[in-house]
Nanobody, 125 residues
C-alpha cells in the first residue's frame, strides 16, 4: 500500500487543521493506521492510531481531547482532525499503516511497515 499525507499548513494557536492520509494500491480497511509526528530536533513520536474496524482508537496523552482520528474505508482515507492547536504541535506529521499490528501495539512506531511522506504543520503563537 502507498500512503499520501496532506492537509498540513500554517495555523494560529487555537486553530484547527484536518490531515488526510490517502491510500492506494490496496484497500486501507485491511490495515491498522496511525499518525506520528516529528518536531525539529526531536525524535518521532506517536500521535494517534485507529484499528481496522474503526471502533478502537488510541491517542498520545498530549493530544487527547484535542485530536480525533477517523477512517473512511470507502474513500480509502484516514483523517486526523486537530483542534485547539498549540505551538508545541508544530511538527512533520506522518501517516503509517500495517496489516498485522495487534491492538496493544498500535502506538509502537516499529510495528508499522508502510509510511507516507509527511506533511508539515506549523502552529504560530
Amino acid at each position: 500500500v502507498q500512503l499520501q499525507a496532506s492537509g498540513g499548513g500554517l495555523v494560529q494557536a487555537g486553530g484547527s487543521l484536518r490531515l488526510s492520509c490517502a491510500a492506494s494500491g490496496r484497500t486501507i480497511s485491511r490495515y491498522v493506521a496511525g499518525w506520528f509526528r516529528q518536531a525539529p530536533e526531536k525524535e518521532r513520536e506517536f500521535v494517534a492510531a485507529i484499528f481496522r474496524s474503526g471502533s478502537t482508537t488510541r491517542y498520545a496523552d498530549s493530544v487527547k481531547g484535542r485530536f480525533t482520528i477517523s477512517r473512511d474505508n470507502a474513500k480509502n482515507t484516514v483523517y486526523l482532525q486537530m483542534n485547539s492547536l498549540k505551538p508545541e504541535d508544530t511538527a512533520i506529521y506522518y501517516c503509517a499503516a500495517d496489516e498485522s499490528i495487534i491492538m496493544s501495539s498500535m502506538a509502537l512506531e516499529n510495528q508499522y511497515d508502510y509510511w507516507g511522506q509527511g506533511t508539515l504543520v506549523t502552529v504560530s503563537s
